[in-house]
């Protein structure tokens, strides 16, 4: 019952903003920003140092100044970090994960050079003022990510979906094809870690997340709308259970892979993911998981 006025809310903004797309209006802050492809790579720096860091502190308690020290670049280590209690498959599921991200900050820095690894934080408190916005409430006790897999599973679907999003809006402003390699073979291995993620919290779709009183789904559905406002550009963010009419060919309510009306990847602008991952709404105004901002020329750029 809890979840009721939540899915009625999520329907009215879907409504709107499809007709918003459907109409074709675009709106300034949707635009696409000009920069070379070496800016647009680099930029993804941000959020492979965010997961990175998260993936490897969950499973394995310490980052990646303990696997591979000079990808950040100079850049300060993470606040927050901290080993979570998760069962032994997803623990090894996270781990490679981890690993995974190392590898792709390391392909980006040899293609494209690096940038300093932004002030990150990845903190139970940084979360948890997450999930109090998703759900326009407090939660009591205070929402822990490293507390169970279930948490960190739900903690995990607030990341490497806007990553994934990023690499589909930056493919078609790239020029060289050696940028549009390394960036499809990116967007396949983000797209991998999406969609585990996402199966693993569908198979509990309807399990009640404790001691919060709403179901696996309801958190999805809501972070997905909340990521909605934030980016200010539309649908392009939809959770595990969504309307027939916006599932696969109209015929579905499940939504293991996230995607449009056509069953195509949704993308977004880096002014998109900023408004996200800062939890502010402005990618003028830093927060979140980036409390100093992000790094880069077009983080910077946009910052200021």
Known sequence: MAARPYM???????????????????FPQCRPIVADDR?????????????????LFG????????FDSSSAQGGPP????????????????????GYQEIGHI?????SVGGIPRPQLNIS?????????QALDTTLSPPFDPYANSLNYLLASYVIPYVGLV???????????KTSLSLVASLLGVEAGQDAVIRALLYERADETVRPYGLTVASFTNRISEFRNQLAMCGVKDEGLIIPVQLGAENRTTSNILSADAGSLSYSRTPPEILRIVYGSGSERRPGGFFPGGGSGRIATLLLH
């Open 78 to 97: 993470p606040v927050g970090g901290r080993i979570a209690d998760l069962e032994p498959t997803v623990r090894r599921i996270i781990e490679e994960f």
């Open 124 to 132: 139970a408190e940084a979360f948890a003022t997450a999930m109090n």
């Open 106 to 110: 390391r392909a980006i820095t040899r």
């Open 59 to 66: 499973a394995l308690g310490k980052g990646l100044d303990d």
């Open 39 to 55: 800016d647009q790579i680099q930029f993804a720096l941000n959020l492979e140092f965010l997961e990175a860091e998260f993936f």
């Open 8 to 26: 009625s809310a999520f329907l009215l903004l879907l409504v709107v903003l499809e007709f918003v797309t459907v109409m074709g209006v675009t």
């Open 166 to 176: 990023g690499y589909v809006g930056t493919i078609p402003n790239l020029i060289r």
